[in-house]
């Protein structure tokens, strides 16, 4: 399918005055990916709303940190919409820089994915497997969406970010912003890509099931 530049969306200006240390243009890749730059849209089962697509847990957060009281029938204000996503995006990377492997870098496609996982699936999910991994003495170019998630569907725990579909999603967002806001041509979402995540292949199954077992034994710690 041939490639196209998406075209500036009518909320250029929202994203400029949200974004904050975001670019743009990952704000436009997101927003693109998530609604097809359709304010108005709901999600039949989650009811996560408009623009960037925000569930009812993130807007929680919002409001709480920001003594509000918005409904998700808000946000199909694209203007609260972006600046309820720019934030959870922000708070998604705060928590992510307390550990070595997830320290912002918007040129790599790997910090890239595993952002975009952790805001689709879970970021506290993300960052607790990922600082067990560097536990286990993993390197961090070798800590990926495909890596984290691996170890997520062997513990049977965040199944959100064990999912496939959604490690496939992250990647699309991420090859996206990467090329500069392309999509394919037509209407509508682009379709996920599958495939590995930056930062090499496969990790030899003995890591993996020992950042699996570090994981484990602190969330049996934490339960205590």
Known sequence: MALARVPASPFEGHFARHAGAIPQDYLRALAYRESGFRPGVVHPTSGATGLFQITAPALADFNQKQASALQLAHLVDPELNTRVAAGHLQQVIDTYRRHRSLRPDWSSRRWIEL????????????????????????????????????????????????????????KSVAKLYLRGAQAPEGRGMMVAQAGLGGGGGPLPLIMLLAAGALVYAAGRREAA
Request: hydrophobic share 45%; aromatic share 6%; charged share 20%.
């Open 115 to 170: 952002l975009t996982l952790g805001w689709n699936a879970g970021h506290n999910a993300v960052a607790r497997i990922a600082g067990r991994m560097e536990a286990s003495n993993i390197p961090p170019e070798r800590i990926t969406v495909d890596s984290v998630s691996q170890v997520a569907r062997g513990l049977g725990q965040a199944r959100f970010v064990a999912d496939p579909q959604r490690v496939a999603w992250s």
